[in-house]
Every structure is written in C-alpha cells, then in structure tokens.
C-alpha cells in the first residue's frame, strides 16, 4: 500500500475529523445529533463521513474494540523479511483474518503486525501459522501493561485549504459528551454479534443501531445499551472516526524503543505515557539476544525531524534510566484493517 499524500479539507471537513474521534452519541438519530456541533444537517454530514471514508482520510468510523476485555488478545509481532521475498511475506502475513494493522519499519526487523484474536490460543495458533507459511520466525511481544492509548489526531494546518490561504482555522471546542439514552448490560452473546456487526465500522444510516439491530435480530434499544455497557466496561475505547494519520499530515511515524531498568520500567512508562505527543505506551517483554527493548511509545509528527526532536524529550525524561533506545520509523503500511472475527 503506497501512501497518500497529505489531503485538502475544507473547514467542515476539518472540524468533523477533529470533533468526531469520540463520544459518538449513543441515541436513536446519532448523526443529527452530532451534526449540530458542526452547523450542518444530518444529510451533509452522512455525505461528507462517506466521501472522508471513500478518500481514506478516515480508515474507518465506528467503535475501537479492546478486545482483551471480551477475553481475546492483541499482540505486536514481528519478523525479518529478506528484501527479495518481502512483498512475498508480506502477503502471506495479510492473508490471515488475525492480523489487524501491518507496517513495513525500517529495521532489522522490518515487518510488525498485531495479532487480534478471540482467545489467547489463537494467537499462538496465528503465529505458528505464519511460522509455518512464510518460513520465517515470529518475536511475538505481547502486552504487559498498558501505560497509556488514546490515538486523537488533530488535522495539520496544511490539510485545510482554507486554512493554508486565511492563516487559521480554529479548531472548536470538544462537544460536551452526549447523554447515553439507555443503559444496558454486555450480555456475551449480543456484544459478539455486535462486534462482528460493526467491526468495519458504523453503518452510514440515519438510524444505524436500528440497521444493526435488524441484522443481528434484536432491539434498537438492546443495541445501544449494549454498546453503552462496553463502553463504560472498556470493551470498547470510544466510538467515532479513526483517521488516516498520513491524510491529515502526520506523515512520520515512529516507534520509539528504550531499555530500561525492569524495576524502574513502570514508574517510567507513566511518565513517557503522559507526553502529550506520546499515543501509545506500554511495557512490553525483551527478546534477547536480539531485542533488549522493553517499554515502547509511539510518536506521530510532520516530519522525521519532529518525530525525533520528541523522542529527544522522552530520552532526557528517562535520564540515566535508558541504557539504550532505537526509532523505527514506517516507510509502508501494508495493511489497517483493525480487529476482525468470524460472524
């Protein structure tokens, strides 16, 4: 997958990809609702989530699953694809359901994938799977604690036309978060159904949840109350756009690397997940001899420049804790479709 260049937004554009990254209402008529913070009818808003979507500067729109919660597993991988076999591995790695997101990083180590399962067998069954087809061993890195996650980006000044000609464009306030209108229980076997409904995103409807609830034989309201319970569970992270970092002018990616200490790592990554520029933090387990890393934070910037002029920070946070660290940057994605389970 090549990657796209920065796109021109208009003002409207803008503001619903910023304002529309969370707290999606949880209500009947949810995208006249949520229109109303950005001065526009339900049908504009419905047009303009369908042409963001078709331009892929939204991947997707609909909930961000923690899957862990529901009893599954995600688990960051990698391996090292000989440069005359890459595209090869690359596509026996994608083939499988259980890989989410896929990045080409410049490394030794040069493809990292996420596994997303229902079980923690079905990682291991994933990983020796592509042992197995790509002839290639996996360093399987699973999540040890979770320090910090909240991937929200802001539009870049340059992806709004508008903006690049008057100067500024000001990005409005985050909208109160909206009442949920029913409270309800994540009976396992609707929240699956409902996973599997929505996990290629919302449907483009005015009355999405009653579309769901027709599809997968249920309530409306049964529906909604569901997704209000994982939500309050932390099944669910937030429900709302998941934008195309690169669309909208973070096109470096970096993910920063460090040893530390084991009996410092935790205090540690409190304080590196905190960063405001920091969208992920966790402490993850070594692989050594090869990989004596144990706490990683992503960074997103304009350029490498600013990616590593925050690492900087991070590295003068860490002080005499950081025996070593390392950058790997993307130069491919090579597949984002997030978590996907059989029906």
């Given at each position: 997958m090549v990657e796209?260049?920065?796109?021109?937004?208009d003002a409207i554009d803008r503001r619903i990809v910023n304002g529309?990254?969370?707290?999606?209402?949880?209500?009947?008529?949810?995208?006249?609702?949520?229109?109303?913070?950005?001065?526009?009818?339900e049908d504009e808003l419905l047009g303009r989530l369908d042409r963001l979507l078709g331009a892929r500067v939204l991947t997707r729109f609909g909930p961000m699953f923690q899957v862990e919660r529901m009893g599954g597993r995600f688990v960051l991988a990698a391996l090292a694809a000989p440069e005359a076999r890459f595209d090869d591995?690359?596509?026996?790695?994608?083939?499988?359901?259980?890989?989410?997101?896929?990045?080409?990083?410049?490394?030794?180590?040069?493809?990292?994938f996420v596994l997303a399962t229902e079980s923690a067998d079905g990682i291991a069954a994933a990983i020796r799977r592509i042992e197995t087809d790509a002839g290639l061993p996996v360093y399987a890195f699973p999540k040890e604690r979770?320090?910090?996650?909240?991937?929200?980006?802001?539009?870049?000044q340059a992806a709004d036309a508008e903006a690049s000609r008057a100067g500024a464009v000001d990005t409005p306030a985050p909208a109160p978060r909206p009442a949920m209108a029913i409270?309800?229980?994540?009976?396992?076997?609707?929240?699956?159904?409902?996973?599997?409904?929505?996990?290629?995103?919302l449907p483009l409807a005015r009355h999405p949840y009653r579309l769901i609830a027709d599809r997968i034989g249920c309530a409306e309201d049964a529906v909604i109350g569901c997704l209000a319970a994982m939500l309050e569970s932390g099944a669910i992270r937030r429900i709302g756009a998941v934008p195309n970092h690169y669309a909208i002018g973070y096109t470096?990616?970096?993910?920063?690397?460090?040893?530390?200490?084991?009996?410092?790592?935790?205090?540690?990554?409190?304080?590196?997940?905190?960063?405001?520029?920091?969208?992920?933090?966790?402490?993850?387990?070594?692989?050594?001899?090869?990989?004596p890393y144990n706490l990683f934070a992503m960074v997103h910037g304009a350029c490498r420049d600013e990616v590593l002029a925050r690492v900087a920070e991070i590295r003068a946070r860490l002080h005499r804790a950081c025996r070593r660290y390392d950058v790997l940057f993307s130069s491919r994605i090579l597949k984002k479709t997030g978590l996907r389970i059989g029906g």
């Open positions: 796209q260049a920065q796109a021109r937004l529309l990254q969370g707290d999606f209402p949880l209500v009947a008529e949810p995208y006249r609702q949520a229109a109303v913070q950005f001065g526009i009818g591995v690359a596509e026996t790695v994608n083939r499988l359901p259980e890989v989410a997101h896929n990045y080409r990083r410049e490394h030794r180590l040069n493809m990292w979770e320090y910090f996650v909240d991937m929200r980006l802001t539009v870049r409270r309800g229980n994540a009976d396992p076997s609707l929240m699956r159904s409902i996973v599997v409904a929505t996990q290629a995103g470096a990616n970096g993910m920063s690397v460090w040893d530390v200490p084991d009996d410092a790592v935790d205090r540690l990554g409190e304080v590196v997940g905190a960063l405001p520029f920091v969208t992920h933090c966790y402490r993850r387990p070594r692989a050594l001899p090869d990989w």
